[in-house]
């Protein structure tokens, strides 16, 4: 794992997750940045390396791979960085649940 080259703003966004092999989960996006993204996920994440699309509510997805995983937590690292802007009204619009809301209350 290398150290993350960014930092990443904390978040709420809920996400599907779809494994290569087609499996879907959900969570929820807890930090993000133009390079990669913290889920936690509402069941069990998926594994070190494993290749993955992240898609947001309301968008057709992220490739990505994860990095890291931590109990229900993991990393993951987009194959293509967010453009700026962009990146910047995804934070504006959903960061403002963010700090009023427990994880522990999401499942």
């Given at each position: 794992?290398?150290?993350?080259?960014?930092?990443?703003?904390?978040?709420?966004?809920?996400?599907?997750?779809?494994?290569?092999?087609?499996?879907?989960?959900?969570?929820?996006?807890?930090?993000?940045?133009?390079?990669?993204?913290?889920?936690?996920?509402?069941?069990?994440?998926?594994?070190?390396?494993?290749?993955?699309l992240?898609?947001?509510?309301?968008?057709?997805?992220?490739?990505?791979?994860?990095?890291?995983?931590?109990g229900?937590?993991?990393?993951?690292?987009?194959d293509?960085?967010i453009?700026?802007?962009?990146?910047?009204?995804?934070?504006?619009?959903?960061?403002?649940?963010?700090?009023?809301?427990?994880?522990?209350?999401?499942?």
């Amino acid at each position: 794992m290398q150290p993350r080259q960014e930092t990443r703003s904390p978040i709420l966004w809920r996400v599907q997750v779809r494994a290569e092999n087609g499996l879907r989960s959900f969570g929820h996006m807890i930090d993000l940045s133009a390079g990669g993204c913290c889920i936690e996920a509402e069941d069990k994440p998926p594994r070190i390396k494993s290749r993955i699309l992240v898609r947001p509510d309301g968008l057709d997805g992220f490739a990505a791979q994860v990095q890291w995983v931590r109990g229900r937590q993991f990393g993951a690292a987009f194959d293509r960085p967010i453009y700026g802007p962009v990146l910047d009204h995804f934070v504006r619009k959903h960061a403002a649940l963010a700090p009023y809301v427990s994880l522990g209350a999401l499942g």
